[in-house]
């Protein structure tokens, strides 16, 4: 879902009240065709206020939280529970982490790993919604948006999330609000309040048996992946081969 | 109207086959040239000059239609092996080479050997509609003779039909899911020609559509998936994320 030209107009009166639109193009680094477009079909994607808002050191958070479709980011910022830290250290990340315990390999530890790649990670998203799925979050979600839960599975299958439905799925899994965000790429982790180094502590926190559990659930379902891309590609090359 | 949609056809597929003659000389599929080089001849011989130039050369007694009946046999006959081939539907090769397709491709063979030399076929006329308003003997026998060879690329067709459906509704690249649809519509076309006894004379053109899309979609289809490896093949591997579907 994108924002109302409208409301869109009286935000960037408040934040930039005498640049044109050609100044808040070039210092956002937005296309300013694409900006027109959005402008005359009246609908703004939220990632256009992202950008705007960064390029005017506005934290997007509370940008965005000023419009009626994500009110619900307003207000104090909850901290990111200890699943959804995890949930955004990339799998690499993870295999080092195990590697480094004591328990996985006594000779070879001591090796400082290399700090952890920036939230989102290559599985981010669906990582995201399973460590704060209880179930029926899904479901929830579904529900609450109209979006129908095989179009929302596509998404997490492809790594995307919308972010009205990012914010959906938080709101129904009772997390902060802004963790879809984050997850989605949409804003930081420090423009969505998280301390620095807290997925870094979490991952910490794991115990060997939980660490280790998780890079095995990682491998699983890349593995998964990998197998079924092979099998298209195998499948591909064998019409190739016959027809092509 | 039927004119412009013969001609263009015969132009698509000559064209194709044309263009794969450099591959077929390097000895990529060659099955794949003589298909499309099957249906050139079998479409040239279905427009009425060409058909009554070649028919006379063969001694004006419709000669020409048995060779395009078998002509197009063929065509149906490799593209049914490369098709269940490529999209890895055993069950439908084997209907096709197996004992099953072989007893259908003889039965039906015979039987439009039969009726064609039980038929008065002097005269050259492309589609036997002459011949078939000799008599009423010729009118009924022209009827059975046409739906034998009808027959046979009907069964192919909805051989190939379920795995083209599942071809549409899987992950391969988008090419190809457009090919198999453009193949899956030509199957449903050439099965509905099954249904031509039925339908009332003065709907006779919507049969020539029928028919020609059934050709033009098969054609187009196979050219797609050509079109699509060698984009595939241009275009560098580009490294894939594994989150990419």
């Not at chain 1, 408040?14 to 070039?26: H, N, Q, Y």
């Not at chain 1, 990111?80 to 250290?89: A, G, H, W």
């Not at chain 1, 048996?209 to 195998?234: C, M, N, S």
């Not at chain 2, 015969?10 to 080089?37: D, K």
Request: proline share 5%; net charge positive.
């Amino acid at each position: 879902m994108t924002l109302p030209a409208k409301a869109f107009q009286r935000w960037l009166q408040g934040i930039a009240p005498d640049a044109s639109t050609a100044d808040v193009c070039r210092i956002s680094g937005i296309k300013r065709t694409t900006l027109a477009q959005q402008l005359v079909r009246g609908k703004v994607s939220v990632s256009t206020v992202v950008s705007i808002s960064r390029a005017y050191n506005v934290n997007p958070l509370s940008a965005l939280a000023t419009f009626e479709a994500y009110q619900d980011l307003a207000g104090p910022q909850v901290p990111p529970t200890r699943c959804e830290l995890v949930s955004q250290v990339s799998t690499p990340d993870i295999l080092r982490a195990v590697l480094a315990r004591p328990a996985m390999e006594p000779a070879g530890s001591g090796t400082a790993s290399p700090p952890l790649s920036a939230a989102p990670h290559a599985t981010s998203v669906k990582n995201w919604v399973d460590a704060i799925d209880d179930g029926e979050v899904r479901h929830r979600v579904s529900a609450a948006t109209g979006v129908a839960p095989q179009n929302y599975s596509a998404q997490l299958t492809a790594n995307r999330l919308s972010p009205e439905l990012a914010l959906a799925t938080a709101l129904a899994a009772g997390v902060g609000p802004a963790g879809g965000l984050v997850a989605t790429g949409l804003i930081t982790e420090e423009e969505a309040g998280w301390p620095p180094g807290a997925r870094q502590a979490a991952l910490d926190s794991l115990s060997d048996g939980d660490l280790t559990a998780l890079a095995g659930d990682r491998l699983q379902a890349l593995g998964k992946v990998l197998r079924r891309q092979e099998q298209d590609q195998a499948q591909t090359e064998k019409i190739w081969e016959n027809l092509g | 109207m039927i004119e412009i949609l013969q001609w263009s056809t015969l132009a698509t597929c000559g064209l194709i086959a044309a263009a794969r003659v450099p591959s077929a000389i390097r000895g990529e599929n060659r099955s794949l040239f003589y298909i499309f080089g099957l249906m050139t001849v079998a479409i040239l011989l279905s427009i009425e000059a060409p058909y009554v130039a070649i028919d006379q050369a063969l001694g004006g007694i419709n000669l020409a239609n048995l060779l395009l009946r078998f002509i197009i046999f063929a065509a149906i006959y490799f593209v049914g092996i490369r098709v269940t081939r490529g999209f890895g539907a055993d069950s439908a090769y084997r209907l096709i080479t197996g004992k099953a397709g072989m007893v259908v491709l003889l039965v039906i063979s015979l039987a439009l050997m039969v009726l064609f030399f039980m038929m008065d076929t002097v005269g050259s006329s492309a589609g036997l509609a002459a011949v078939s308003e000799k008599s009423e003997r010729n009118f009924v026998l022209v009827e059975y003779y046409g739906a034998a060879g009808r027959a046979y690329p009907a069964y192919i067709s909805l051989v190939l039909l379920p795995a083209m459906v599942r071809a549409v509704r899987s992950r391969l690249p988008l090419l190809v899911r457009v090919a198999a649809a453009l193949l899956a519509t030509g199957g449903v076309a050439i099965a509905l020609t099954l249904l031509f006894p039925a339908v009332p004379p003065e709907w006779g053109a919507a049969e020539f559509v029928i028919n020609y899309t059934a050709v033009l979609c098969f054609v187009l289809g196979l050219a797609l998936i050509w079109a699509a490896r060698v984009r595939s093949s241009r275009t560098s591997p580009a490294k894939r994320t594994y989150t990419e579907k």
